[in-house]
């Protein structure tokens, strides 16, 4: 099991840029698969991307493509996410997750076992 605390939530305007991080730990946290999902009120939780546990390998959603990067510092074992030129349609409730196991190139929830509690991502118009 990993586990896991995301930070960098908040309020911004359309067009400006935020940065999530999450934090994991546990005996297993440097091998896994580590990604971010969102969930925005009264929607199911949509995947966002993820990294594999070295780092080599980030798949995104195409909905965030070329907007947001995602990044590990594996020794240190923290994911973070750059989020730039933000939509109001961004807004939601951010979660880091994590699996040892490689998911598909666009994974449901169900295929991370280990969950973050969550940080509000805001953007206004």
């Known amino acids: 099991q990993v586990q896991l605390v995301e930070s960098g939530g908040g309020l911004v305007q359309a067009g400006d840029s935020l940065r999530l991080s999450c934090s994991a730990s546990?005996?297993?946290?440097?091998?896994?698969?580590m990604g971010w999902f969102r969930q925005a009120p009264g929607k199911e939780r949509e995947f966002v991307g993820f990294?594999?546990?070295?780092?080599?390998?980030?798949i995104y959603a195409d909905s965030v493509k070329g907007r947001f990067t995602i990044s590990r510092d594996t020794d240190q074992n923290i994911m973070s996410l750059e989020m730039t030129s933000l939509k109001p349609e961004d807004t939601a409730v951010y979660y880091c997750a994590a699996e040892l196991a490689r998911p598909g190139p666009s994974p449901g929830a169900a295929e991370f076992g280990s969950w973050g509690q969550g940080t509000q991502v805001t953007v206004s118009s």
């Open positions: 546990g005996r297993s946290a440097k091998y896994a698969t």
């Open positions: 990294i594999s546990w070295n780092g080599g390998s980030v």
